[in-house]
Nanobody, 118 residues
């Protein structure tokens, strides 16, 4: 079992920045990749960014150059630095972990609200 807890969401003005944190606990040694997803109001959940155990990253096109995903060395925490925020970035942001087991298993945090508004 892996437990994920997000923090750092809130209200920010357009053009501002926020840093989300995801703290992992439990069987973190089973984690292969971690990532951030978001669900805007009335829309489906979508990928924001992924990071592998080797530190390789992947971003959704609309986040490239504005968002940066990072992690500590032991999967204790994953971060999402969000800059130049836009109103369309308003969403609930979820932390995700995928295990290296076969078949792989997904774990999700409870989500943190990010609202970009003037």
């Amino acid at each position: 079992q892996v437990q994920l807890v997000e923090s750092g969401g809130g209200l920010v003005q357009p053009g501002g920045s926020l840093r989300l944190s995801c703290t992992a606990s439990g069987s973190i040694f089973t984690i292969n990749t971690m990532g951030w997803y978001r669900q805007p109001p009335g829309k489906e959940r979508e990928l924001v960014a992924l990071i592998t155990s080797a530190g390789n990253t992947n971003y959704a096109d609309s986040m490239k150059g504005r968002f940066t995903i990072s992690k500590d060395n032991n999967w204790n925490a994953v971060y999402l630095q969000m800059n130049s925020l836009k109103p369309e970035d308003t969403a609930v942001y979820y932390c995700n972990a995928v295990t290296r087991m076969i078949p792989p298993y997904d774990y999700w945090g409870q989500g943190t609200q990010v609202t970009v508004s003037s």
